[in-house]
């Protein structure tokens, strides 16, 4: 069943409601892999809306179909049924060639273990996805420069990889993904392979993207403290979405809304927390290797290991107050 966040976040990102198609949407999105008595589904039934200009976080155990969900959601796999639509434009019966072209184009990748290229510069590396889109060495140096200024890099631009820091290298990945002005930014653990206090930093940058720029975001995570600089977490388990929670300072949100303090994003990281901690061990042994997704990807080949037969309640009912201890 629909909670009040999902309806009230459908209603904001719906054409219906006379405004533009949602940056992204997935409806009856399902994904099976294997066959008749070996077929595991990682996702059941998924659906869900991203308004332009939010920011969404997905949550869950270990083998939930987060990775599965990211991938299906920006062409990097098939679901076996449903519909997956980027901007109103539906991706699951688009071929390789033009959904490679759609990911360069319209969609921005930060990942966790940066995916630099080492023997280019910073602004090389951000220029990149500009040149392979045909953007003149001139104009995308210029664009390049001011993607790494927005992200406080722009006195690194000559630096290779190998002669910055991992919170330097995750910023440059940062202004990779934002160089295009991309529909959807994904984030797959963009904080994993950092200290908590350039993680802090490096949240900040994603969430002014967001504010100042009005990028919309997807980001995959398993640290509640992350989480709660979204608008909104998405708990996932045995590949569905169980659970939605609205965080503090979103404009859907309830008590705390419009504040995004360092208190409120602590309350809503300890709400986070509990509820998942409501969802461990809810999945099963899975059924293939992660197929970690790359910008000139194919569609993946197997899912993130994906838990069995049987549906989880949801942790809390309806809306939570934001930041509010449960």
Not at 31 to 38: E, K, P, Q, T
Not at 147 to 174: D, K, N
Request: hydrophobic share 40%; proline share 6%.
């Amino acid at each position: 069943m629909m909670n009040v966040d999902d309806e009230t976040y459908r209603r904001a990102g719906s054409a219906a409601a006379g405004g533009p198609p949602a940056a992204l949407a997935l409806t009856g999105v399902t994904r099976r892999y294997g066959r008749r008595g070996a077929a595991v589904e990682a996702l059941r039934g998924i659906e869900v809306e991203l308004p332009r200009g939010s920011f969404t976080a997905v949550m869950g155990p270990s083998g939930s179909g987060k990775s599965t969900l990211l991938q299906c959601a920006v062409g990097l796999d098939r679901p076996t049924a449903g519909s997956v639509r980027l901007g109103g434009q539906e991706l699951t019966g688009m071929g390789r060639r033009a959904l490679t072209r759609l990911r360069r184009e319209r969609i921005g990748f930060v990942f966790q273990s940066f995916n630099l290229l080492p023997a280019l510069t910073a602004e090389q590396n951000v220029g990149l996805p500009l040149r392979l889109a045909g953007t003149g060495s001139r104009r995308a140096r210029t664009l390049a420069r001011e993607a790494l200024g927005r992200v406080g890099l722009a006195e690194r631009a000559g630096r290779r990889p190998a002669e910055l820091s991992g919170g330097q290298q995750q910023r440059v990945a940062l202004a990779r993904a934002l160089v295009t002005a991309p529909e959807i930014v994904c984030a797959d653990e963009p904080t994993g392979a950092l200290d908590p206090a350039t993680a802090e930093e490096m949240l900040g940058l994603l969430r002014g993207a967001v504010d100042m720029l009005g990028a919309t975001v997807l980001m995959v995570t398993h640290d509640p403290a992350a989480a709660a600089h979204a608008d909104r977490v998405l708990f996932l388990a045995d590949g569905m979405l169980v659970d939605t929670y609205v965080c503090a300072g979103s404009a859907d949100g309830a008590d705390g809304a419009g504040d995004r303090s360092g208190d409120a994003r602590t309350g809503a990281a300890a709400h986070i927390a509990r509820r998942m901690r409501a969802l461990a061990g809810r999945t099963r042994s899975g059924a293939g290797p992660r197929s970690g997704p790359g910008p000139g990807s194919g569609p993946g080949s197997g899912p993130e290991s994906v838990g069995g037969a049987g549906s989880v309640p949801p942790a809390d009912g309806g809306r939570a107050a934001a930041g509010r201890a449960a």
